[in-house]
């Protein structure tokens, strides 16, 4: 889409400005454009037209006579000239100013580790997958439908909305989702994708596929990881099968919301449908992590359930939190046309749970090409006794801080996407060491600290900073701040 551009400074009739760089956009470009338009007195309103893959926020130009000027986005929509196209899991997609992917993200939605064999993602996958379809089955046949190919890309009304995730979240956020424009974003769960499942007659389902956050970085958290989805429905028939006295029970009144049941559904079926939602996830832990795995349960919060609950597993002598799940919403069911069932709903990280069930030191060592990585998850058929081998002994990680002012629409996640678009992986970690607000100047200044390790081999102190040097030149160049160095 392209955006009005106003000049800071008056150029003459068909002088030649070269486009130097875009601000916070990837990659670099370098473009040349003659000015044809009129230049009386209102030179200053002459537009100037570019798109990029992400966007454009801020052009440098440069006069032929080498005098550096800023071109500055107005902010103001043209009508559609040529529409900058995307292409996004095989389809094509406009850009507009939502759009916030990075190259990196758009190579990561072809990746599908969830379907590659050998694998520890399609592992773990494989062994709930498997265990649900031994478990519950209906004269012989699994009841689980299970879907594990269906596109990233979502709308927010699947992600949000259709869960019943308030119109002002701060989940739906620029800054926490990848958007690849105003009404197409990356799932960021697998939930988005219950309603229309649920609205297509299925009664029980696992979904499994990646999904994207953006977020921090350190060695439990990447922006592209993986969760698995499973939802079950009962009608009062199903629900109270053993049951004596199925008559007068029913799943529904006009009661109200307590702790324990949402308003529309009686204590009794609430009751039941926790029962069954908690006997079927342990039962699944424990064949996961053997039969003297302890487990707890939380209450906990989600938009789209009541009750909700988080597991928690005693791992190494910790408590890890290690799903959310609950009593799926009646509203949902209602809109998505099962107005006369309820429903049990739960979600969990594959990447969390592999990282605990093989002792995975690093989220990064998943999208590790190292043959000494892939070698050691292959030909398994299932999750028992394995222990990941880290590929090098643990050198210590290389550290170096980066301080700079910040423009007023920054975002931390914008330096975390960046950072993983010039460091290719090497680096571990960024703790925010500190951030002050001049009060004279209202200006913000970060000071973040860089963690820099391999996890398949030993960094050299010289490339390290050599990237290092990269990262600080970038933050000038594309998020538009003041370096303090
Ligand atoms: N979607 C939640 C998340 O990503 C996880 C979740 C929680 C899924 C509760 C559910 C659920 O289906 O019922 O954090």
């Known amino acids: ?60 130009v440069r006069s032929i006579y080498n005098n550096p000027a800023q071109l500055q986005v107005s902010g103001k929509k043209e009508p559609e000239k040529t529409p900058q196209i995307l292409h996004v ?7 507009d100013e939502w759009t916030n992917l990075s190259p990196k993200i758009l190579d990561a939605v072809e990746k599908k580790l969830h379907l590659r064999n050998d694998h520890p993602i399609s592992l773990m996958k494989e062994v709930i997958v498997q265990h649900f379809y031994k478990n519950y089955t209906r004269g012989g046949n699994p009841i689980f ?23 002002d979240h701060v989940s739906r956020r620029k800054s926490d989702n990848y958007y690849i424009n105003k009404s197409y974003m990356l799932r960021a769960h697998t939930s988005a994708h219950e309603h229309d499942l649920i609205k297509s007659g299925l009664n029980a389902f696992i979904t499994v596929g990646d999904v994207y956050r953006r977020d921090t970085i350190d060695s439990t958290h ?32 006009k009661g109200e919301k307590l702790h324990e049941k949402q308003a529309c559904h009686t204590m009794e079926a609430a009751k039941l449908v926790e029962y069954n939602l908690k006997k079927s996830i342990e039962s699944c832990m424990l064949e996961l992590f053997g039969k003297d795995v302890q487990c707890r349960w939380i209450d906990a919060y989600f938009p ?3 009750p909700s609950f988080e597991l928690e597993i005693k791992y190494n002598g910790e408590w890890v939190e290690m799903l959310g799940c609950g009593i799926l919403q009646q509203e949902i069911l209602n809109k998505a046309g099962a107005q006369h069932h309820m429903a049990w709903a739960f979600g969990l990280g ?3 749970l592999a990282m605990k069930l093989f002792d995975i030191p690093d989220i990064r060592y998943f999208w590790s090409n190292d043959e000494a990585v892939l070698s050691q998850f292959r030909g398994l058929s299932d999750a028992k006794n394995i ?51 001049n009060p ?26 050599e990237v290092h040097s990269a990262l600080k030149e970038a933050a000038v160049k594309y998020l538009d701040v003041d370096g303090r160095w």
């Not at 993986?226 to 029913?250: C, I, M, P, Y």
């Open 89 to 95: 899991a095989e389809r094509e997609y406009f850009h």
């Open 1 to 60: 889409m392209p955006y009005s551009i106003q000049l800071k400074r008056l150029f003459s009739t068909g002088e030649k400005v070269a486009i130097l760089s875009f601000k916070n956009i990837f990659p670099l470009e370098t473009n040349t454009t003659t000015c044809t338009y009129c230049c009386s007195q209102h030179v200053s309103k002459r537009k100037y037209y570019k798109q990029t893959a992400f966007g454009i926020q801020k052009l440098t």
């Open 304 to 306: 789209f359930t009541h």
């Open 440 to 465: 004279k100047t209202d200006r913000t200044s970060y000071c973040f600290r860089v963690f820099y390790r391999h996890t398949s081999r030993p960094l050299n102190k010289l490339e390290v900073s």
């Open 387 to 437: 222990k990941f081998k880290p590929v090098t002994s643990k050198q210590p990680a290389l550290y170096h801080d980066i301080s700079f002012w910040v423009p007023k629409e920054f975002c931390v996640n914008d330096f975390y996407d960046l950072v993983r678009n010039i460091s290719s992986d090497i680096v571990e970690q960024i703790a925010v060491m500190d951030k002050f607000t």
């Open 350 to 352: 594959l990447e969390r």
């Open 145 to 167: 439908a299970v879907f594990d190919n269906l596109s990233p890309v979502v709308t927010p009304e699947q992600n949000f909305d259709q869960l019943l995730i308030p119109s």
């Open 222 to 253: 990447f922006p592209v990881f993986h969760q698995l989805e499973g939802v079950r429905l009962f009608n009062a028939e199903q629900l109270f099968a053993t049951s004596d006295d199925k008559t007068s029970l029913s799943l529904f009144e």
